[in-house]
């Protein structure tokens, strides 16, 4: 197949299987990690900066600023290297160093803000940064996912419709939520196209997106010290919080039993799903959307030591499920 840019290459129609997680449940994995910018996000990139161009605010040598931990980020880089804008991404201290140095070969100017805001987290200092900038420079154009419908649309138009018809049949969809923009764009979708479908949206604990206490994270992705002004948590018909701890069991879990990488905040859908069993009835249909793959967490939710410097001992008794491979392949 012959694509005119890197950008237009999305993988919306992956799924695997993931019968090791539940005896009462088929579950199955949407991978979003297989596109050039290796998540979710580049739907959500493409969504914000084709939003702009069409309202007239975006051209060949416009600069754009966006606030990112790391995966929408690196999406723009990719997108805004292709179209000729310069563009510049607010990160946190939780972004990889993998992710900040894949920014910067794609041209993007990265800019780290350290002071944690009284949430304990970023978000409000990468947002301050942002504005400081704007009056500095009011020629940039800031494409804000945390507000932009945009966002959302681009998870109605292509994710949602693509899991339906992939799926063909979903019974239960456990999304994770940062932004909130594929919770909420999917959550419109199927309540319109399947309305018995239930919408489980699972967050980070720490985050205060939907009301809980904030505290200390460490994993990129999930969660927000600030609730996004997209977040419509009528749309959920449960929420969930993880702990992180529990993000990163899961994770190498899943790597041990099926041979596939999958990023933190997939592993905390997947503890959401895991902590739902006991509940499943009439073998329910159960999609799982798995925003990025496990190669740009190698260094923190797969390295032994990082994970016991931050959490102690929740790495003990970590040992393979062994069930759903038939014997002889
Ligand atoms: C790895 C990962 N998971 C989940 C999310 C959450 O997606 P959304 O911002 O659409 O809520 C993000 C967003 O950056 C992400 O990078």
């Known amino acids: 197949m012959i694509y005119a840019h890197a950008h237009d290459v999305i993988t919306d129609d992956v799924f695997v299987a993931l019968p090791y997680l539940s005896r009462r449940a088929d579950v199955y994995l949407k991978i979003e990690g297989f596109n050039p910018a290796g998540s979710i996000k580049l739907k959500t990139a493409l969504g914000l900066v084709e939003d702009a161009e069409r309202r007239g605010t975006v051209s060949v040598g416009v600069p754009v600023i966006e606030s990112s931990s790391g995966n929408l980020g690196i999406a723009l880089s990719s997108i805004c290297a292709a179209k000729g804008y310069p563009f510049t991404c607010v990160v946190d201290p939780n ?183 006991e509940g499943f009835r009439d073998r329910p249909r159960v999609a799982v959307i798995s925003p990025d793959l496990g190669d740009r967490y190698l260094k923190t939710v797969y390295d032994d030591e990082w994970v016991n410097d931050r959490f102690g001992d929740v790495l003990a008794g970590e040992a393979p499920d062994l069930v759903g491979v038939p014997a002889g392949g």
């Open 95 to 277: 972004t990889s160093q993998p992710a900040i140095a894949h920014m910067r070969a794609l041209g993007a100017e990265v800019v780290t803000v350290r002071k944690t805001d009284s949430n304990g987290g970023y978000l409000h200092s990468r947002i301050a940064y942002i504005q400081e900038r704007l009056q500095r420079q009011p020629e940039m154009v800031w494409l804000n996912q945390y507000a932009n419908p945009a966002n959302a649309a681009a998870h109605y138009d292509r994710t949602a419709k693509n899991l339906l018809a992939g799926l063909g049949h979903i019974d239960q969809l456990f999304v994770g939520t940062g932004s909130t923009g594929t919770f909420v764009g999917c959550a419109r979708y199927l309540r319109e196209h399947s309305p018995h479908t239930r919408i489980i949206a699972v967050d980070s604990l720490g985050s205060v997106t939907f009301g809980a206490e904030p505290g200390r994270r460490w994993i990129p992705g999930l969660g927000a010290s600030r609730r996004p002004e997209l977040c419509r948590p009528e749309l959920a018909h449960e929420i969930v919080h993880v702990a992180e701890e529990d993000a990163i069991r899961e994770c190498r879990r899943v790597a041990r039993n099926t041979g596939l990488l999958v990023g933190g905040s997939t592993g905390s859908v997947l503890a959401a799903v895991a902590a739902r069993e």
